[in-house]
């Protein structure tokens, strides 16, 4: 293929020179003064169906599942703020916020960013993380006004490293 005059030569990296970037990476991991949050971070995502399968409350046994995972951060979709049917409906339906009954004492930070409002309550997306949280914004990215989408930017300090999550759904 014919390169752009205007564009630098393209080079092929050698099998000497990719050993070279490999061992580079290798170092800085094995770097003892980066700290070692920074060096693994878990995320999980789930979209969790407002805690409801099937007409069942699965909300207990989502917390479980969540916790199990030893994530780092989590992402949620589909997370209810407030609903009075099923607190209605449930004799165990958590008295708090979904985010707040799902975070319990795993996660420091719990984000909720609200997307659909209803009568009876309303849903959106969500960010539980260990690390503090520096800000968070929840964007409106809806096309039409009969289903409200959104994206939660938050901004978490991971050992002095800014670092930006976005949930959507």
């Not at 800085?28 to 060096?39: G, L, N």
């Not at 878990?42 to 407002?50: L, Q, S």
Request: aromatic residues 6%.
């Amino acid at each position: 293929p014919m390169q752009d005059a205007n564009e630098p030569p393209l080079t092929e990296l050698t099998d000497e020179a990719l050993l070279t970037q490999e061992r580079d990476a290798s170092e800085a991991i094995a770097d003892e003064t980066v700290p070692q949050s920074a060096k693994r971070l878990r995320i999980a995502t789930y979209n969790i169906h407002k805690g409801v399968t099937s007409r069942r409350n699965r909300i207990h046994e989502l917390r479980a599942g969540l916790h199990a995972l030893d994530a780092d951060v989590v992402f949620l979709q589909e997370v209810q703020g407030r609903n009075d049917l099923h607190a209605g409906q449930f004799e165990n339906w958590p008295e708090i916020a979904q985010h707040a009954f799902l975070a319990g004492d795993r996660w420091a930070e719990a984000v909720y960013g609200r997307n659909s409002v209803r009568e009876d309550g309303d849903h959106g997306n969500a960010v539980l993380s260990r690390f503090p949280l520096v800000s968070h914004e929840n964007i409106d990215i809806s096309d039409h006004r009969f289903e409200s989408r959104g994206l939660l930017h938050c901004e978490f300090d991971f050992d002095g490293v800014a670092v930006h999550c976005i949930c959507a759904h």
